[in-house]
């Protein structure tokens, strides 16, 4: 498969990714022939980019560390109680420890695996989506930190949960009003979780040279939970930006991070997300520096800017083959840009 802008999208091509809808239903599943109807409406859902099943990408996949199943079940969980919240009602602490049980298990078994998001994010999912791949993301960092299970299973109920001050609340990002105080009052009352979790709503936009919010805390005094949470919840905000920013690929948004090492973000944290964040993910499209042009199909863990890129041969404009080139072998090349 392969990444697209959705404006060069055309009827009768066929979806290579299955897309989510807001509560964790399928909205379109993998291998579904793309209409103008169905164009346009994943336009108007908010949807910039999406796989294509590319006849000579067919064999690329995309080695999630999250099953399908398990990325249905966190979605339909976080709708569920994003939805009891909004509505004043308490929220089951049982059914989000078991949701997060569930990450993690797939998190282990998958730990080898770089980090790559691609799932594709609407209007209606993005707050969903932003709570699984936090966790996601934070769990697979304390993993690759030496976190046991249970400083894990305290991590990801915290990541997972770490919006949800800014439910039924207006946005006043002051003081107590700020959705991180909120979120910790909310979550500090809940006997069922370690007072961890709440720290993990409460300091994950603090800073360590504390320019951070809602207190300014610096260095030690934010915990090493938020510290990993404030990494992935940037990255996650970076390249889904919901704002008026543009969201930045993925090497962009770790170039922007690494200039931040030491003052907004922790420096320890930010190296052992960087070496396994996938900074060219399978799919995407690129020029080298010896001005051929192809799409990423492999990953080296630990070397995530040398990716092996397959490189399409082509007489006129007919493809006729392809050849592959490993960047972390042939070390004179590189990628130039990221085409859209």
């Known amino acids: 498969m ?11 091509q066929y979806l290579g990714k299955t897309i989510f809808s807001s509560n964790g239903a399928v909205l379109l599943s993998t291998g579904v022939q793309l209409t103008v109807y169905m164009i346009s409406t994943l336009k108007r859902l908010g949807v910039t980019t999406i796989y294509i099943d590319d006849p000579m990408f067919r064999d690329i996949s995309h080695e999630e560390l999250l099953s399908e199943e398990t ?36 998190v282990m078994q998958n730990q080898n695996l770089m980090i790559q998001l691609s799932d594709i994010r609407t209007a209606d999912n993005a707050m969903f989506l932003h709570a699984m791949n936090v966790c996601t993301m934070a769990s697979l960092v304390g993993l690759n930190m030496g976190l046991n299970m249970l400083q894990l299973k305290e991590l990801a109920m915290g990541a997972l949960l770490h919006d949800i001050g800014k439910l039924g609340a207006p946005e006043v990002q002051e003081g107590r009003m700020h959705h991180a105080w909120r979120g910790f009052e909310l979550l500090k009352n809940k006997r069922e979780y370690s007072l961890l979790v709440a720290h993990v709503a409460f300091q994950h936009h603090e800073a360590i040279d504390g320019s951070g919010a809602p207190r300014g805390l610096t260095g030690d005094d934010i915990h090493t939970y938020a510290k990993i949470t404030a990494v ?12 008026n920013e543009k969201p930045l690929l993925p090497h962009e948004a770790c170039e922007r991070m690494n200039a931040f090492s030491g003052t907004l973000l922790d420096h320890e944290v930010l190296v052992h997300f960087m ?7 399978n799919g995407i499209s690129v020029k080298l520096s010896t001005r051929q042009t192809g799409v990423v199909v492999g990953q080296h863990r630990g070397l995530p800017g040398r990716p092996v ?27 130039e840009t990221v085409l859209a």
């Not at 392969?2 to 009768?12: F, N, Q, R």
């Not at 070496?275 to 993910?281: F, L, M």
């Not at 041969?313 to 972390?328: F, M, N, P, Q």
């Open 2 to 12: 392969k990444l697209v802008d959705i404006e060069t999208v055309e009827p009768g």
């Open 232 to 243: 992935v919840n940037m990255y996650d905000n970076m390249i889904y930006s919901s704002g």
């Open 275 to 281: 070496r396994i964040v996938s900074i060219y993910p």
């Open 309 to 335: 890129v397959r490189v399409i041969d082509k007489e006129g404009d007919e493809a006729v083959g392809y050849s592959e080139i490993d960047l972390a072998q042939h070390t004179t090349v590189f990628i």
């Open 71 to 106: 990325k249905r079940a966190v979605i339909h969980q976080m709708s569920e109680t994003f939805e009891q919240l909004r509505s004043g009602k308490n929220f089951s602490s049982k059914a989000i420890g078991q949701t997060v049980d569930d990450l993690l298990e797939d």
